[in-house]
């Protein structure tokens, strides 16, 4: 049996598609990102083509003086079910979501909003995993092991995880209050997307391993930052 494991983190990437993993059961890719500053209520990721039968994660990270909004998405006609949702450091939001490719899997573009109410940044990612194990209305039955929020976190930040289920996929989704400072993945992690935005400072970064059986992920900066992360299997 196949298994997902999404690790979560406050940070923030922009990157055009990038695969890794192909040809051991997964196959991951990035389908894009993107991260402005500005008084603003939505922010887009330009048109992409997912494959049939697949699960798309996404980051959104929007940010406010104080308490940023509840974003809503939506991306390709498909039904999106919010998997983790937390304020961190007072100004930046972090959201999961996820969303399950059925046949009919066509061209589109992923936004995320706030209605009518502007924020003053956005950065969100969107990954593509072919041949995961992904039970429950678009994966929601990945489970949560662990959430480290609102941390100040030095020059490196780790989630660790509990026991592994066999032939696990694990994904690093990470929020931090930087803005363009290279994020560095602990060796044997592979980085899809890394963006970010100045005011506020914020930056997405995400990262996957294949096959993993390293029940923990750090992400370091060569200065000190803080941020969230979550666990999810």
């Keep these: ?25 997964y196959s991951v890719r990035s389908l894009g990102s993107s991260a402005n500053t500005g008084n603003d209520a939505s922010e887009t990721i330009a048109a992409y083509t997912p494959r049939i039968g697949t699960m798309l994660i996404a980051i959104v990270v929007n940010t406010k003086a104080a308490t940023p909004d509840q974003p809503n998405v939506t991306g390709n006609s498909l039904t999106w079910t919010e998997l983790f949702d937390t304020n961190y450091l007072s100004t930046h939001r972090l959201t999961i979501w996820s969303a399950k490719c059925g046949s009919g899997a066509t061209p589109g573009t992923f936004v995320a909003d706030t209605g009518a ?15 995961t194990y992904d039970t429950g209305l678009n994966g929601v039955n990945s489970r949560i092991q662990s959430v480290n929020a609102n941390v100040s976190a030095g020059t490196t930040i780790t989630a660790t995880f509990g026991a592994l289920r066999g032939g696990t996929l694990c994904l690093g989704l990470l929020g931090a209050n930087l803005n ?36 923990t992920c750090a992400i370091s900066n060569a200065g000190a930052f803080s941020g969230c992360i979550v666990g999810i299997e």
């Design 1 to 25: 049996m196949k298994t997902l494991v999404l690790l979560l983190l406050s940070c923030l990437t922009v990157s055009a598609q990038f695969e890794f993993g192909s040809g051991g059961g």
């Design 117 to 131: 109410t502007a924020q003053t940044g956005w950065a969100i990612g969107l990954v593509e995993i072919e041949g």
């Design 180 to 215: 363009g400072t290279a994020m560095t993945a602990e060796a044997g992690w592979t980085e899809l997307i890394d963006a970010n935005f100045n005011t506020p400072a914020t930056e997405i970064t995400v990262v996957g391993r294949v096959k993993n059986t390293d029940t």
